[in-house]
């Protein structure tokens, strides 16, 4: 199993904020921002090339919960980023795709 199926399961612990019967997210071990959380689907996918048509509802699920975290935390109207990385040169670590939802802070544009 991979490590996010792991958290998923329970076998490897981690700050959830939020779960529901086909997504979980919660604290980046390593936040990049005063809010990092990534929102994780409970169905392993490898990477953003392993998306078929029967995924969209659950992508656009885990871009509005990303959304909501941010609103929960007051980051709506300040603005906050969203982020999937896609295999090396985006720097993927982890193969089982994650939203980064990144806030608290300004953020610079274009990426490194
Ligand atoms: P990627 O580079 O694949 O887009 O992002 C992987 C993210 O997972 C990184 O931001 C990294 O800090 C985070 N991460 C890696 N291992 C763990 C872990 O065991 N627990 C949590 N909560 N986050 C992790
Ligand atoms: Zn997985």
């Not at 109207?77 to 089982?96: P, S």
């Amino acid at each position: 199993m991979c490590l996010f199926c792991r958290i998923v399961a329970g076998e490897v612990p981690a700050k959830r904020v939020y779960e529901d019967d086909r997504l979980v997210a919660f604290d980046d071990i390593n936040p990049q921002a005063p809010m990092h959380v990534l929102v994780v689907p409970k169905a392993h996918v490898a990477t953003l090339n392993d998306l078929d048509t029967t995924h969209d509802a659950l992508v656009g699920e885990m871009i509005r919960r990303g959304a909501a975290i941010a609103a929960e935390r007051g980051y709506s109207q300040r603005g906050f980023r969203t982020v999937f990385n896609c295999n090396a040169d985006a720097g993927q670590a982890v193969f089982h795709i994650h939203l980064h939802v990144l806030g608290g802070r300004p953020l610079k544009w274009p990426p490194g």
